[in-house]
């Protein structure tokens, strides 16, 4: 699973990838986090707010710090609560 | 008694507040009139009242904002043009949620969509400038005239600066990236508890991001209230100086804060008699235009559109500066 975080680096992008980290480690998961904040790459996900959240290159939220719950909802369900 | 006027007064002026810090200061021992007694009563006073005024506003305009994702306004101004289309963008960007690390995916995703570069600029120039929270604190500290007439100018600039951005012909001045990137709609309609709960988180975050600057901005406002001589700020941002509007907007212009954190700073100047015009400007120059905003706009812009930018918005201020400073008369 990999899973990215876009954003230029703004403190709720830094939010955002410590819930990450958070729900991956709650839930066991493998995952390959990273931050992406080159605006070129960022554009190419279609967002017009920061931070969202891609995992396996499907666009999962934006705009929105998700708390670590919520991340770990959808981990398992594959939709947000 | 009339009601406005209580409002004015005790809601919104805080007069009980004023009265209570003065009891208090006179309670330690200092004189709320000496210079000492009266730095200490600004200070308090002004941060108190700004955190209470700022966690009612930022609550309450954020729930009107969960109704305006920056998604739902990229499909309302899409498809128009001509200078109803710059009003409704400039109106639009006062309630749109904002922060200015997101102003580059959202001119992004305005460009990307296929909206004219003159609405997005007004856009883009109104969203910091003019904003609900900013013109009730406006309101409070100066009175209502004033706060209707910032953000009168303030559109005025957005609806004329992304004009004549329009104008220039320059859509082929934006990075390559910009115009190819994909259009998603991420947005969602929300429920009330969803509301309330973006709401809350945006307070909390806004607070946590200003209060820095709250204090700053209120301890440079005390300082030139009580320590700096009336003929050193008159001798240089005088209203008989023909100086003073670009000499407030160059000082501005760099200087990185938000409306809040030059809210008291603009009080203690008017004070010292600086001109509203003056006082306006280095307020807009604050806002509008900032360093890392600029270098964030030069990832994805070239540089002669982010010149025209440049030159369009602080020549608004200028102007605004200069007018507001001849009929000052009228609202103060």
Same mark, same amino acid.
């Given at each position: ?81 | ?45 002004? /941060? ?28 309302? &101004? ?99 990236? /910009? ?65 003073? /509007? ?27 008699? /600086? ?42 201020? &200028?102007?605004?500066?200069? &007018? ?9």
């Amino acid at each position: 699973m990999i899973i990215k975080i876009l954003g230029s680096g703004c403190k709720k992008c830094l939010a955002l990838e410590e819930n990450v980290k958070a729900a991956v480690a709650k839930a066991g998961r493998d995952a390959e986090i990273s931050k992406v904040t080159d605006m070129a790459e960022i554009a190419s996900y279609g967002v017009m707010s920061t931070p969202a959240l891609v995992v396996d290159d499907k666009l999962v939220s934006a705009g929105k710090v998700l708390s670590a719950d919520d991340i770990g909802v959808w981990l398992w369900s594959g939709s947000l609560p | 008694m009339n009601v406005f006027g209580w409002i004015n007064d005790q809601l919104l002026r805080m007069q009980w507040l004023a009265d209570l810090v003065s009891a208090a200061v006179s309670a330690t021992g200092l004189d709320p009139a000496s210079r000492i007694g009266g730095s200490v009563h600004f200070f308090v006073y002004d /941060v108190i009242k700004i955190f209470i005024l700022l966690s009612v506003l930022i609550f309450s305009i954020s729930l009107v904002q969960s109704y305006f994702p920056p998604e739902r306004t990229r499909r309302i &101004l899409g498809g128009r043009s001509g200078i109803g289309a710059n009003i409704l963008a400039a109106l639009l960007g006062t309630i749109t949620p904002f922060c200015s690390c997101s102003s580059i995916p959202l001119f992004i995703g305005f460009t990307a969509a296929g909206l004219p570069l003159a609405i997005t600029f007004s856009f883009l120039i109104s969203s910091p400038l003019v904003d609900l929270a900013s013109v009730i604190l406006l309101a409070s500290i100066f009175n209502w005239s004033v706060a209707l007439v910032y953000v009168f100018v303030g559109l005025v600039v957005a609806v004329v600066g992304g004009t004549l951005i329009g104008r220039a012909g320059m859509e082929d001045q934006v990075a390559e990236f /910009v115009r190819t990137a994909p259009v998603h709609d991420m947005s969602e309609t929300m429920t009330w508890p969803k509301r309330l709960n973006y709401a809350r988180d945006q307070l909390s975050e806004i607070i946590h991001r200003v209060w820095l600057y709250v204090l700053i901005g209120v301890g440079i406002g005390a300082a030139i209230h009580n320590w700096v001589p009336e003929s050193v700020i008159s001798g240089l941002l005088g209203q008989d100086k023909w100086w003073s /509007v670009p000499v407030a907007t160059i000082i501005g212009v760099p200087m990185y804060a938000d409306i809040f954190g030059t809210l008291p700073i603009a009080e203690a100047l008017i004070g010292k008699g /600086v001109g509203l015009g003056t006082v306006l400007a280095f307020m807009m120059a604050v806002t509008a235009l900032s360093l890392p905003s600029i270098i964030m706009l030069k990832r994805v812009v070239k540089l002669p559109l982010l010149a025209l930018f440049l030159v369009v918005v602080t020549g608004g201020i &200028l102007g605004i500066g200069v &007018l507001f400073n001849a009929i000052t008369h009228w609202f103060i």
